[in-house]
């Protein structure tokens, strides 16, 4: 194989990789931007609170500042 043509696999190679590292973000900010979307909805912040998903966050707390207490050890 010459020099140029190990290259040119290279930087494919690298090429690819920044495109799939690029789709991975762009998929997971436009993830967090739909969450947004649905959580600003009234209706879907009233439910939630009739589930109690601020109840559940509240008492797992203490467990996860245990956890990175123990840690950090």
Known sequence: M???MSQKAENENSESV???T???LGGVA???FGAGLVLTNPAVRRYLEQF???NVMQGSMPDIERYFRIRAM
């Open 18 to 20: 920044n495109k799939d």
């Open 22 to 24: 690029l789709f991975l």
């Open 2 to 4: 010459s020099p140029q």
């Open 52 to 54: 109690g998903l601020g």
């Open 30 to 32: 436009l993830c967090v």
